[in-house]
């Protein structure tokens, strides 16, 4: 064999031989329409939602924690609901105003994001003679409020309804001592003249606080009946106005210091959990009638 021959089959036998493989391709796309996936095209389009805001406004007798409103938000609306308790304890139409207290309520009228706002006003309570920088003329002031009320809620775009007082649970030889009734009339006339949907709370309390009697609307507040207390509404006599309190603990935190405690009452005004559920399903009821729209986003 020649020798240059030789040697270059050598080198040839010896020196690797490196393959480099071509890649093939990949068409990676960059976006997937129905028609690209067979397995959504009988997909449904989703219904858009339809999301409702309830705002409530109002004295103690709608606030979280002494009266119905916190029970009617956690219990009976559903989950389309945004249920906001923007009750103020010892307002009326005059104070809650004069605070800017409405003014929060206006931008929650005005914030959007829902197909549908109610705001439910019911005042009454601290309107009445007697509660110093809060008290309100029945004929030319408290109406004349509730009115201004009613006609800002719908200029922020809102569907205002009126609510009557919470009936006080005051009895005198077995029988209501409705001194309510004469500002639940005028709220009542307001909701007339103006049009308004009205849940008549007053009128419904009222004759379910008559049916149970003195004795079994006490079990209603905030905390029970004194032994005296109790004597006294069984023979159909409520007695004064015991505002007499208690003291509960709060679980201990770094930041609660001597302040760790609420205070409860016993009245006969304010509710206990078993009040506020007892009177907001009353609300919710007599809300489905007044605003039928409502009907699908109320629970009993």
């Not at 989950?79 to 004069?98: E, M, N, P």
């Not at 009613?150 to 569907?159: H, L, N």
């Amino acid at each position: 064999m020649n020798f240059r021959i030789a040697l270059v089959t050598a080198v040839m036998i010896l020196t690797p031989v490196t393959v480099i493989a071509q890649a093939t391709p990949v068409t990676v796309p960059t976006s997937l329409s129905p028609t690209d996936d067979p397995s959504i095209t009988d997909r449904p389009v989703p219904k858009p939602i339809e999301p409702v805001k309830i705002i409530l406004v109002g004295d103690s007798t709608i606030q979280v924690g002494s009266g119905w409103g916190g029970s009617f938000c956690a219990s009976h609306v559903t989950s389309i609901v945004a249920c906001i308790d923007l009750g103020r304890g010892g307002r009326s139409t005059y104070s809650y105003r004069a605070e800017g207290s409405w003014d929060v309520a206006l931008d929650e009228m005005k914030s959007g994001g829902f197909t549908n706002t109610y705001v439910l006003i019911q005042f009454g309570h601290n309107d009445q003679p007697g509660k110093p920088g809060r008290s309100t003329n029945l004929v030319t002031e408290f109406p004349t409020n509730l009115q201004r009320y009613v006609t800002e809620a719908r200029t922020a775009g809102a569907t205002p309804v009126l609510v009557t007082p919470l009936t006080r649970r005051e009895f005198k030889n077995g029988v209501l001592q409705d001194d309510l009734e004469p500002w639940a009339e005028a709220v009542r006339k307001v909701a007339k003249e103006m049009n308004v949907p009205l849940v008549d709370l007053h009128a419904d309390s009222a004759a379910a606080v008559q049916a149970m009697g003195a004795a079994a609307a006490t079990r209603l507040a905030e905390m029970p009946p004194i032994p005296k207390v109790l004597a006294a509404a069984e023979k159909g006599t409520t007695i004064g106005e015991p505002k007499y309190e208690t003291l509960e603990p709060l679980p201990p935190t770094s930041d609660t210091g001597p302040e760790g405690s609420m205070k409860l009452y016993f009245d006969y005004t304010h509710l206990s959990r078993t009040g506020a559920d007892y009177f907001s399903k009353m609300v919710a009821n007599e809300l489905a009638r007044a605003v039928p729209a409502l009907r699908k986003d109320l629970l009993p």
